[in-house]
């Protein structure tokens, strides 16, 4: 920071430089907001004359990287759990497995018959596998525990990067705007630089696919709470009905998504990347390229003898997604809103 900042060549690049340069000294709480505002478009790393071999040998993005690691298993709530970053693609590996098995042993259980009976994609159907009570119960409990750990993580980062307890408007929707144009990916002009010094915008429509896909799902699933807790309609829907078309066409752009990014990852330079930080990475693409692809799965199964093992199958990768969501590369998105926020509110007004 303190080389950038005697620097200053990479000013116009992303909001990192201008907020480093606000400050002549680098608390720690300093240097987490600095590090979640970075995007990793590296763009930093192929301009800067200080990069290898030069003696320097400065590498932003992927100290940045490191630091946003620490910063992850510093804020985590509650914090015995913080060690479960250090093996994150193993501990999101044995999590889904066992979810899964879970989901399959109580419905093999609860209703032995019902795993392998055909069955028509009428009301109901899917109640007849699992039971209301423990497929709703479940997955209230495991969200409304994720919704609560990620609000203390948020709270943890906002306090110790010296966020204040009022926020103007003005700043809120700035972060509101920045969040979701990914303003800070690659400047918004040119791209990132994945593989070289050659700009792509390939990371940016990736993750917007995935981003926007994961955002469709999740209004499906409300609409069809809706539907089934205010209309009085159950589940499965009719092919053309809000909830399955919001499903399918977000279920696609996840997949598209998290697979390009996938994508993006194996052709990337490796030389800016954190390489601890991979196996984070990868295991939360392959935890919502396994979600939309078992969601679309059940969608086309539905009316035959496969819809109830895909249910547990789809239920139990959703399941744990829920119980990963705070522990897992998931957690960037909130503590990168943060960072935005906090941006937003310190940047001058023009
Ligand atoms: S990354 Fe390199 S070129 Fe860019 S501001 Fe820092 S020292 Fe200067
Ligand atoms: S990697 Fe990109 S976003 Fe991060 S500091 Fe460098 S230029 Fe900014």
């Known amino acids: 920071m303190v080389i950038c900042n005697s620097c200053r060549y990479c000013e116009g690049f992303c909001a990192v430089f201008p907020a480093m340069e606000m400050r002549r000294s680098f608390s720690s709480g300093d240097l987490s907001y600095l590090a979640n505002l970075c995007h990793d478009c590296r763009g930093c790393y192929y301009a800067c004359q200080y990069a290898p071999p030069h003696e320097f040998a400065l590498n932003l993005p992927q100290t940045l990287a490191r630091l946003r690691a620490d ?9 015995p759990l913080a060690a479960v970053f250090q093996r994150n693609g193993t501990f999101v590996s044995l999590l889904t497995s066992l979810a899964i098995a879970l989901v399959l042993i109580l419905a093999a259980s609860l ?17 007849a596998v699992i039971p209301e009570v423990a497929m709703v119960g479940v997955a209230s409990m495991t969200f409304g525990f994720a919704m609560l750990a990620l609000a203390m993580g948020f709270r943890n980062f906002w306090r110790d990067t010296g966020g204040g307890p009022v926020v103007q408007t003005r700043s809120l929707l700035q ?10 990916l690659g400047g918004g002009e040119h791209g990132c630089n994945n593989r070289d010094e050659a700009f792509s915008q390939a990371r940016r429509y990736a993750h917007q696919s995935m981003f926007y896909g994961f955002m469709l799902c999740f209004a499906s699933t409300c609409t069809a709470a809706f539907y089934e807790h205010v209309l009085g309609l159950v589940a499965p829907y009719r092919l053309f009905s809000l909830p ?3 499903g399918m066409v977000g279920g696609l752009g996840m997949l598209l998504g998290t697979a390009g990014l996938m994508w993006v990852k194996v052709q990337a330079d490796p030389a800016p990347a954190a390489k601890a930080m991979l196996s984070n990475d990868y295991a939360l693409l392959a935890q919502l390229f396994l979600a939309a692809a078992t969601g679309l799965l059940l969608l086309i199964s539905r009316d035959t003898r496969m819809m109830g093992v895909l249910l547990a199958l789809h239920l139990g990768v959703i399941l744990s997604f829920f119980l990963a969501l705070p522990y897992s590369k998931f957690v960037h998105g909130i503590y990168r809103s943060a960072a935005l926020l906090r941006n937003a509110a310190e940047r001058p007004t023009k």
């Open 244 to 246: 399955v078309l919001l």
């Open 71 to 79: 910063t992850y298993a510093e804020y985590v709530w509650p914090r």
């Open 175 to 184: 972060a509101f705007s920045d969040v979701l144009t990914l303003r800070n």
């Open 111 to 127: 209703r032995p018959s019902a795993l392998f009976t055909p069955r028509p994609a009428e009301p109901g159907a899917f109640y």
